[in-house]
């Protein structure tokens, strides 16, 4: 499974989103790219159709979280868009989890890849004590959630670069770690507590990098594009 630098595209209407991408349109390498909830509810499900056609690889960000049957026939829609990622709430269960992957399954038997999250790093210790009753600390929920994710045969977990070598410890290499919070060294964090640059990335061994600001918000964004494959995947281009 290869590593890659995917663009988070948060955009909220399919014509932002397309003017970006047609900045790419010269490049050899298609950016691989993140929709999320809000183009997603935006702009339907024909955005992920019309994104697929311009030839980008797909991860579609919707943290699925529901009873194990609705979960199961959902991830069915989204094996019918042709995703090559998506994911949900570890939170839902390891039946839950075990139900996406049928839904998600094709009948050749292969399947997007499906990627858990643990808890949300909006979610202090404290919170999680107070409001959700869990007492156990965060980086113990956090791996034990992992866990289950591996054990229901889900592919990997949605963390921070600093987390990846822990989590490729405890569940082993080829479990994938899908990593946002990564900002280039001369650039600002922005909202992102824990951060990284792709370079780092790199060496702590996320498998795929999530960048949004630093490629969308740049003055040049495939320059800034550019700049992450070459500092996370080595490729100059
Ligand atoms: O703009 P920025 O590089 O901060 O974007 C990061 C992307 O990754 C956003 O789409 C954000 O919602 C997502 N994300 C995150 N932290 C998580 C899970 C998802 O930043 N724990």
Redesign the pocket.
């Known amino acids: 499974m290869g590593k890659d630098v995917i663009i ?1 595209c ?1 955009f909220s209407s399919r014509e932002a989103v397309l003017q970006f991408l047609d900045k790419f349109s010269g490049e050899a390498r298609k950016p691989y790219v ?1 929709i ?1 909830m809000e183009l997603f509810y935006g702009a339907g499900p024909e955005i992920v159709r019309e994104i697929k056609r311009r030839g980008h690889s797909i991860f579609l ?1 919707l943290k699925l979280c529901d009873i194990p049957n609705t979960v199961k026939k959902s991830m069915a829609v989204l094996r019918d868009l042709d995703v090559d990622m998506t994911n949900l709430h570890a939170f839902g269960t390891i039946e839950m989890m075990k139900a996406a992957i049928e839904g998600l399954t094709r009948p050749d038997g292969t399947q997007p890849l499906l990627i858990a ?1 643990t808890q ?3 979610t202090s210790e404290q919170r999680m004590r107070d409001e959700l009753l869990i007492d156990a600390p965060l980086p113990d929920v956090v791996m034990h959630y992992a866990q289950n994710a591996q054990a229901a045969g889900l592919d990997g977990v ?3 670069p600093l987390e990846s070598p822990v989590v490729h410890e405890n569940c082993g290499a080829k479990f994938l770690t899908v990593t ?4 280039f060294s001369d650039g600002p964090d ?3 507590a824990r951060v990284t640059t792709p370079a780092r990335a790199r060496e702590l061994g996320s498998d795929y990098i ?5 490629i ?2 740049a003055d040049d964004p495939v320059a800034a594009y550019r700049k992450c494959c070459e500092e996370f995947l080595g490729i100059r281009q």
């Open positions: 988070a948060d993140k999320g960000d999250v949300l790093t909006s949605v963390c921070s946002p919070g990564v900002r922005g909202d992102q999530v960048v949004g600001r630093p969308t918000g």
